[in-house]
Structures are given as structure tokens and as C-alpha cells.
């Protein structure tokens, strides 16, 4: 399990205008746990601190806490490389050294043999290209390529930011597939993503960070629920749906011809039109999506809004 | 560490730009061995006049080319050597660097290593190809030079420190700036026009300035009145090992300011 305790980053910046020297939380006392056998979402909005914390849990950026992988540091560990593959950006190669090359330089310092150099090219579908200059890379390969990089110590956890970033829609299903399975055999994956529909079929876990806090550490599942699930009803007549469900202490609000109940089940409204000798014209259940559930938590932790046309306005 | 150390030999080995700096040098030093040393400066020497002071200087012809090809040979290495860090930092290669090491230090170490290893063979190689060139321009203008007056061994020694201490100055400036064009910039700046500029404030105490100091090691020989002399300028003189000690002090000084702050700082992508 990755434990990350107490994680904290600021940056200061010097700003004559202002008040001369400005200090920003970048990252502001983050607690959570990444579980081995699951995959864990990371998200937040753009700016929330997401790659600065992995950079912090990875050892990279200097910050306050401090991260743990089965309760060790990771530099600690004799060969980090079997420990934690990382993505942190699609283009971290030298653009004239080959892939094969990039990934035998790893490999060399990894202490990892260059058979499965091949094999992880192989793995990302990369092989054809294993000879080519990565700098004409399309960023869908360069994240191949990465994700090579990532898997080529086989290691027990994988941190990946945005890994399905550019790729096709074949590539992020053999991707999400890949992490599944990847996290099935034992391992853990910590991956953040933007593409929230993809991260409720792939994550089971999700961190969710604003401004630099830690906004929810739960379940998808859980998340969604929280988000507030509803039934659409609509009866004969609605007046009298209206009155039962008030006697029953259901919260409702007008939705078109009917009534979007919150916190019941379809089997509930049901059952309660019945006993009030209504005919039931519509009944559904409306899940949350994940995105709906996002943008609730997050409302009013961006770093950074586009103008809507309500807030222009205003 | 011998991982690291093979990771930044092979990262030197499969990056284009080394193999087309070592061409670049090559070029350099067979022209100017060939043509500028072997086939002109020779003849130029051997048809002055036979009174001419500069006559006294044909048993030490080797022996200054030598000193020569060093300077060209130590800016190439240096270049090579500051490309495997500002690289990194450029195109952030340098977060799997640091990720896969378990210590900072290791991966700095084993840079100095690489870059140590890598530049000995380089220069001695460079050398002795510059040294042959110089016997086939000689040969192609038909010049016979006189005895040479030089211990090979010595004025190899000295190329070699030459070249691994510019490699190292270059390293250190890449450590500490790790922008490439920051770096590049005063890999040249401070040489040349800065301890220029500075010398004529310190006039002969300039060659305590560290490049200065490091040139000292490769100071052409010359003979006066039938003895090897010092040169006499401006900037004033150091022997070879006072020169050495003196740029040793500086780098020491900051290679330990490089190695906190590689250890503290953050492993940013910086362009």
C-alpha cells in the first residue's frame, strides 16, 4: 500500500506590484492511501495540485510529509525502478535517442535486462517504431512510450498523470484494460485522468483534490451515490404524488411533467403511488454520473474558470 | 552505482549530438593539424631566417601543437558534457533519472564518473589522432623538423587534464543552471569575455581566475636563449601543477555548491 501522509508544497514568488513576496499552497497537508489490487483515480481541476503531488510522493519536488510504499520510503528500497513505474509527462524523451534506447537507458539504470526492452515495446505496440527517433512521435505513441517506460521494471505500483491523454479510442481501452488487469494481479495503480467517464469504468477508488486539499478519498461507487441519485416520477396526478410523498418525508422538486425525487428508490415511489391509487405514467432511476458528482465536489475549488455566459451577466 | 554509471555512458552513446560533436572536433584538429600546423606553420618555421628567435622554438614544435589541440579538444568534450545534464533538464528525462536511483547523489557521481571516463578516452584518442595529423602534414609538405625536445607521456597527461577539468567546469555549469542556452552561454561567457574583462583589473593576478588557471596547464613551451622559459605576458603565469591546484580549488568549491543544490532542489522540467 502507498501511504502519503501530511503532503504539503508552497511555492513563493516575488511580486513587487503585490505585496513584494506571495506564498502559494500548492499542496496542502494531503492524507491518502493507494490500496494494492485496485486501481485509484486521482482527480481534481486544472491547478488542484495533482502532478506536484505525485512529484511529492515520488521525491522529486521538495515538499513537507512524506510517502511510504509497504512502509518504506521509496528511496530506501535497493532498486526503486521494481517498486514504482511513473508517467509524469508523455514527452520525457530525448527526442533523437530512440525508443528502444530511452527504454535501454532506463533499463541500464534499473538494473533491468534489455530482453524486456523488447518485450514492453512489444506489450504498448510499439515494436514497428522501436528504431525511430521519438521526436516525430504522435503524443498517443509518445504515451506508448511512456507507459512502456512505466511497466519496464515490472513494478509493484504505477503512478501515471493523464496516461490517456491523446490516445485513440482503441488505445484507452487497451488501457484501461491494461490497468485493470494490472492491478488485479496485486499491484497498485495511482492514475489521474480528465476523462472522467473513463476513470469511473477504470478506477475503483477515487482521491478527488481542490486547491491542494483533499476533497473526498472514497469508493466511485460511494462518490456517485453521494452525489445525489434520483427518481423521475410522473402519475396521473402529480398534486396529489406531490402530497404523498411529503406525508412520506421524501424530498422532491418539479421536473417537467413530474416530480425528481432524491434519496429513494424506484421500488419506493412505486409501492407509494400504489397506496395512493395513482397510475404511474414514468418511473426511472437517475444515476449520477461521476462527472455530476466531480464538478458538486469540486464547485468553487478551481484554480482556474472559464467565463460562463451567467457570469458575464452578472 | 555501476548501473547509473552505465545508464549515463550509454545516455552519452545514443544521443546524436555526441557523435556529430566528436566530428565536429575531428574536422577541427585534422585541419588544423594538417594544414594549419603540419603543412604551413612548419614550413613558415623552417624557412625563417636561421637567426630568427623563432628558430629556437623548432624542438618544441610538437610539443606546443599539442598544448594546441587541447584547447579544441577540451570545448567539444565540455560541450558533450554539459548536453548529459542540461539534456535532462530540457526534455525531463531527468524525473526517471531520479526516480529509478535511489539516492541524488548517485546519479550525480555518476555523472562525474561518465563524464570522467568518456572524456579520458576522448581526449587521448583526439590527441594522438591530432598528433599523427600533424606527421602527415609534415610529410605532405615534404618539412623535416629538427629532434623534438618532448616527453609524449607528460604532454599527454596534460591534454588530458585539461580536457577532463573543462569537461568537469562544463558539467558543473550545467548542474547549476540547467537551462541549456544559460548553460552554453556561460560555458562561453565566462572564459572568454568575463575573466577577459576581469584581467585587465587583475592584470597578472588574472591567472588565479579558474579558466585561466586551467589554460596555465597547457601552456605552449617556448625556448629562450636556449633554454625552456616561462612566457612572459600581461596576465602573468602559473607552472602546470600551480595552474591545476588553482582550478582544482575552484572546482571543488563548485562541484560542493553544485551537490547541495542537486540535492535540493526541485527536478523540474526547465526549457
Same mark, same amino acid.
Given at each position: ?155 509493484? %505500483? ?23 488487469? %494490472? ?48 427518481? %423521475? ?82 | 552505482?555501476?548501473? =547509473? *554509471? ?17 566530428? *565536429?572536433? &575531428?574536422?577541427?584538429?585534422? *585541419? ?29 614544435? *610538437?610539443?606546443?601543437?599539442? =598544448?594546441?589541440?587541447?584547447?579544441? /579538444? ?23 533519472? &531520479? ?25 587521448? /584518442? ?67 569575455? /568575463? ?49 591545476? &591546484?588553482?582550478? &582544482? ?23
Amino acid at each position: 500500500m502507498i501511504k502519503a501522509k501530511n503532503l504539503s508544497k508552497s511555492y513563493t514568488s516575488l511580486n513587487v506590484r503585490k505585496d513584494f513576496r506571495s506564498v502559494k499552497k500548492a499542496v496542502d497537508n494531503l492524507s491518502f492511501e493507494v490500496e494494492t489490487g485496485k486501481v485509484t483515480g486521482f482527480l481534481g481541476p486544472n491547478g488542484a495540485g495533482k502532478s506536484t503531488t505525485m512529484r511529492l510522493m515520488l521525491g522529486l519536488d521538495n515538499g513537507r510529509g512524506h510517502t511510504t510504499y509497504d512502509g518504506q520510503a521509496l528511496k530506501s528500497y535497493k532498486n526503486p525502478s521494481k517498486i514504482v513505474g511513473i508517467l509524469l509527462e508523455a514527452k520525457a524523451f530525448h527526442p533523437t535517442r530512440t525508443a528502444r534506447n530511452h527504454l535501454k537507458v532506463l533499463a541500464a539504470a534499473g538494473g533491468i535486462p534489455y530482453k524486456r526492452v523488447d518485450e514492453v515495446l512489444e506489450l504498448v505496440g510499439l515494436s514497428d517504431v522501436a528504431k525511430s527517433k521519438p521526436g516525430k512521435f504522435s503524443l498517443g505513441m509518445s504515451q506508448r512510450l511512456g507507459i512502456a517506460a512505466a511497466i519496464l521494471g515490472e513494478p509493484k %505500483y504505477l503512478i501515471l498523470d493523464e496516461p490517456a491523454n491523446g490516445l485513440d479510442p482503441e488505445g484507452i481501452a487497451w488501457l484501461r484494460q491494461f490497468l485493470r488487469n %494490472y492491478a488485479k494481479n496485486g499491484r497498485g495503480v495511482f492514475v489521474s485522468s480528465h476523462l472522467l467517464s473513463e476513470m469511473s469504468m477504470m478506477a475503483d477508488n477515487v482521491v478527488v483534490i481542490g486547491k491542494g486539499k483533499l476533497i473526498a478519498d472514497t469508493s466511485i461507487d460511494k462518490l456517485i451515490a453521494g452525489a445525489g441519485s434520483e427518481v %423521475y416520477v410522473r402519475a396521473s396526478s402529480t398534486a396529489e404524488l406531490e402530497k404523498s410523498l411529503d406525508k412520506a418525508g421524501f424530498k422532491f422538486k418539479k421536473d417537467g411533467k413530474g416530480l425528481a425525487v432524491t434519496g429513494a428508490k424506484t421500488d419506493d415511489i412505486g409501492k407509494l403511488a400504489h397506496d395512493a391509487k395513482l397510475t404511474v405514467l414514468e418511473l426511472t432511476a437517475r444515476t449520477a454520473s461521476l462527472e455530476q458528482a466531480f464538478l458538486e465536489l469540486t464547485e468553487g475549488s478551481e484554480e482556474f474558470q472559464a467565463k460562463t455566459e451567467k457570469a458575464e451577466k452578472k | 552505482m555501476m548501473p =547509473t *554509471i552505465k545508464a549515463e555512458f550509454k545516455k552519452i552513446f545514443t544521443t546524436r549530438s555526441t557523435y556529430l560533436l566528436i566530428l *565536429i572536433a &575531428l574536422v577541427i584538429i585534422g *585541419i588544423f593539424s594538417v594544414y594549419g600546423e603540419g603543412f604551413k606553420d612548419s614550413a613558415n618555421l623552417l624557412n625563417s631566417s636561421h637567426n630568427h628567435p623563432i628558430k629556437a622554438q623548432l624542438p618544441l614544435f *610538437i610539443a606546443g601543437t599539442i =598544448t594546441q589541440i587541447a584547447t579544441f /579538444v577540451g570545448i567539444f568534450g565540455g560541450i558533450i558534457a554539459l548536453l548529459l545534464i542540461t539534456h535532462e533538464y530540457r526534455y525531463n528525462t531527468i524525473t526517471y533519472t &531520479l526516480t529509478i536511483s535511489n539516492s541524488r547523489t548517485k546519479v550525480l557521481f555518476s555523472k562525474v564518473a561518465a563524464v570522467l571516463g568518456f572524456v579520458f578516452v576522448y581526449s587521448v /584518442v583526439m590527441t594522438a589522432i591530432g598528433v599523427g595529423l600533424i606527421y602527415v602534414g609534415l610529410a605532405l609538405s615534404h618539412n623535416v623538423m629538427p629532434h623534438q625536445d618532448i616527453n609524449y607521456l607528460t604532454y599527454l597527461a596534460k591534454s588530458v587534464f585539461y580536457a577532463e577539468g573543462y569537461a568537469l567546469a562544463a558539467l558543473l555549469l550545467g548542474v547549476l543552471i540547467r537551462n541549456q542556452v544559460g548553460a552554453f552561454a556561460a560555458l562561453f561567457v565566462i572564459p572568454g569575455p /568575463v575573466e577577459g574583462l576581469l584581467s585587465l583589473m587583475l592584470r597578472a593576478d588574472s591567472v588565479y581566475l579558474p579558466f585561466m588557471a586551467l589554460s596555465q596547464v597547457v601552456q605552449a613551451p617556448i625556448i629562450m636563449n636556449g633554454h625552456p622559459a616561462h612566457p612572459n605576458n600581461d596576465t602573468g603565469y602559473l607552472s602546470a601543477p600551480k595552474g591545476a &591546484l588553482v582550478f &582544482l580549488v575552484y572546482l571543488v568549491v563548485g562541484w560542493a555548491v553544485a551537490w547541495y543544490l542537486f540535492l535540493r532542489r526541485d527536478a523540474t522540467k526547465i526549457t
